[in-house]
């Protein structure tokens, strides 16, 4: 049943059937091939004295990142009273009322968003809601409203979301042979952002899209998610539902970090189904860095050719606007 805090979906869905009767593509049409558990990692082997556990660690990860694009990790030192936290506040500010969410300017300085807007086919439509903000703006007090809450928690959870992105980050650099605190200095809250997700029950089908197939545009992405389950990764050529773990967050390998290390670390397609029992919460942490920085390879003979962070998302936008979907690193291969 929808209700008063529900976005309008299925007014969207039904403008977007009257120009698409059909619509199963190549990501429906495939067969999920089962549920898998994703590598789990115990970051706890970083902070260790003896340098073979360390060094194991490191190795996890890195293959993790070649083999997978994803993997979980645990003792990765974000409280779980925090994690509980966060979500409580998330939950009550997605159940206002939806006119009071959608007015511009209300709640986060406008930073809500929901369905497709520029989606011209059921293909690229998304039944899902978020509120998309960056860590530029999380101090603004004036628009959290009577969310004041929100603000501290959210705060708190940002920079312990920063602290362990740049730790993973600085990993994954090192093994590239680059220095550990490369990414400190490239990446900073400029344009780093949280996204708040909301994947609210959808009546009509679990083969809708919570939110579609794509990669991530960072460097990489950490999401705390509920145990509902609908992730959903490309393995092997063969989508892959991702098995919920309580005790983990996921990890996965943005676009940036492919380019950067000549795909020696994958930024993997994903996407979230829909359910029509239950709703869904996730929030993600986006670690990007200046849109000014040049992404190139840090090994030879170079997959792509050099371009800024800016460069690249004014080109993710172009192809979204003009095609429906993102088309990504290939624009960009030499």
């Not at 619509?23 to 260790?48: A, F, K, M, T, Y």
């Amino acid at each position: 049943m929808k209700t008063a805090s529900d976005p309008p979906l299925l007014d969207q869905y039904g403008t977007l059937q009257e120009i698409q009767v059909s619509w199963c593509n190549d990501h429906h049409c495939e067969v999920i091939s089962g549920e898998c558990e994703l590598p789990l990692i115990d970051l706890s082997g970083l902070r260790s004295h003896n340098e073979d556990e360390r060094k194991a660690c490191v190795t996890a990860i890195a293959r993790a990142s070649s083999e997978w694009g994803f993997f979980q990790v645990v003792n990765h030192g974000i409280s779980p009273e925090l994690l509980v936290e966060m979500r409580i506040e998330q939950v009550k500010v997605f159940q206002t009322p939806f006119e009071k969410k959608a007015s511009c300017n209300c709640l986060l300085n406008d930073s809500y968003r929901w369905g497709s807007p520029t989606a011209t086919s059921l293909n690229h439509f998304s039944w899902s809601e978020a509120f998309h903000i960056p860590l530029t703006e999380l101090s603004d007090l004036a628009s959290y409203g009577e969310f004041s809450t929100l603000r501290e928690v959210l705060q708190k959870f940002s920079t312990a979301m920063s602290k362990l992105a740049r730790l993973i980050a600085g990993v994954l650099a090192e093994n590239l042979g680059e220095s550990n605190g490369v990414l400190e200095k490239i990446c900073n809250e400029s344009s780093c952002f949280l996204r708040m997700n909301h994947y609210p029950k959808c009546p009509i089908s679990p083969e809708i899209f919570g939110l579609v197939p794509h990669t991530d545009s960072d460097f990489l992405t950490i999401l705390y998610q509920d145990q509902v389950g609908g992730l959903q990764l490309l393995k092997d050529s063969k989508w892959v539902a991702v098995k919920p773990n309580q005790d983990a967050l996921i990890i996965n390998i943005g676009d940036l970090f492919q380019a950067w290390s000549n795909n020696e670390y994958k930024s993997v397609e994903h996407k979230v189904m829909s359910n029509e029992r239950v709703e869904r919460y996730s929030i993600a942490y986006f670690l990007c860095p200046s849109y000014d920085f040049l992404v190139g390879s840090c090994r030879e003979p170079c997959v792509y050719r050099k371009f800024t962070f800016g460069e690249y998302r004014k080109q993710i936008q172009e192809d979204v606007k003009r095609t429906g979907h993102k088309v990504g690193l290939s624009r960009f291969l030499l």
